[in-house]
């Protein structure tokens, strides 16, 4: 196997690992704002905030790296799927950094607290639905014509993309009650495991339903699923998951405290695996594979060594802050 085929390969996995890793990071504290209008009081509100405080900008940061990677392995990709879906992703971004000053002056404020606390849920909310909505339009496929977007700018607004949309906001509020009940304790602790039990079976019947819309309305997922012998290696997949929530709910019922994360974690790779096989090894799916949306081996080489040299710092930052910040948070800090 030479350069040309084996780099995008690599780059595909480097992206999806960043991607996953800004799900799973950002995911539940996106959850924290879609679960603030639910927490009993402001002083509730405060602990859900500082649990994320110390280590939300920094899950960001797989965001710009996701996005960074996939402008230079596969410039194609990114020149197509941007026009396909400027308006969500403006709406994201403008809804993060709305997200974002609501976080830092809600610390700041006596008499307007409320204010930028329905702030910070309008943001977490807007940003996930966008980020769904982004997922379904991808999944659901973009016209390419002589190697350009060939739709409209109001494509992604069909059924399916808004319905990921919403099951995605449900996934994220399932990573939020999780952390939220690793990182607190009493009543609010005790809120979050009944939100946590609430949403799950939410999670588990959207995950049902895209998986059979995306085989019955694109014959070549069904094939990939069902057809002889694909299906026999399978199966164990939609079980796995369905282990994954039965843990889950016993996690609840014995009042783990890192089991309710982990497993609503574990929804969510699996959730990424499935898509996976229903989607290699297209770039743009049923459009353009990995290796045509390529750039050259020359640049994928260069900005690969980039990427060796910076994950490594980017990994111990992450794990360090997550280490510095470990414990229960209090209303007087972590402990």
Request: glycine share 10%.
């Amino acid at each position: 196997m030479d350069l040309d085929t084996i780099l995008p390969v690599l780059w595909a996995l480097v992206i999806v690992f960043g991607v996953v890793v800004y799900v799973l990071a950002d995911g539940f504290d996106l959850g924290i704002g879609i679960l603030y209008p639910f927490a009993g009081d402001e002083a509730e509100r405060d602990r859900m905030m500082n649990s994320v405080a110390p280590v939300w900008d920094g899950n960001e940061t797989w965001l710009v790296l996701g996005g960074a990677g996939l402008l230079a392995a596969f410039p194609l990709v990114y020149s197509v799927v941007l026009p396909a879906f400027y308006l969500p992703l403006v709406a994201m971004l403008l809804a993060l950094v709305f997200r974002g000053v609501a976080f830092e002056f809600r610390f700041r404020s006596t008499t307007r607290k409320h204010l930028w606390s329905a702030a910070f849920f309008l943001g977490s909310l807007v940003a996930g639905f966008c980020q769904g909505i982004v997922l379904g339009g991808f999944v659901r496929g973009v016209p390419v014509e002589d190697g350009v977007f060939g739709g409209g700018s109001f494509d992604w607004l069909e059924p399916f993309p808004l319905f990921v949309g919403l099951a995605l906001v449900a996934g994220y509020g399932l990573l939020g009650a999780g952390w939220t009940i690793l990182k607190t304790e009493g009543a609010l602790q005790a809120r979050a495991r009944r939100w946590s039990a609430l949403l799950l079976p939410v999670v588990l019947l959207a995950m049902a339903a895209v998986s059979l819309w995306m085989p019955i309305t694109d014959e070549a997922v069904a094939l990939r699923w069902f057809s002889w012998p694909n299906i026999a290696f399978l199966w164990p997949v939609p079980v796995a998951v369905l282990a994954v929530a039965l843990l889950h709910a016993l996690a609840l019922a014995r009042r783990s405290e890192w089991l309710p994360h982990l497993s609503a974690a574990g929804l969510f790779l699996l959730g990424f695996f499935g898509l996976g096989i229903s989607l290699w090894p297209y770039a743009i799916p049923r459009e353009v594979d990995i290796w045509a949306a390529a750039a050259p081996p020359e640049t994928q080489g260069f900005a690969l060594i980039g990427f060796v040299v910076l994950m490594p710092l980017i990994l111990g930052y992450g794990v360090w802050s997550y280490w510095v910040f470990r414990g229960k948070v209090r209303d007087e800090g972590y402990h």
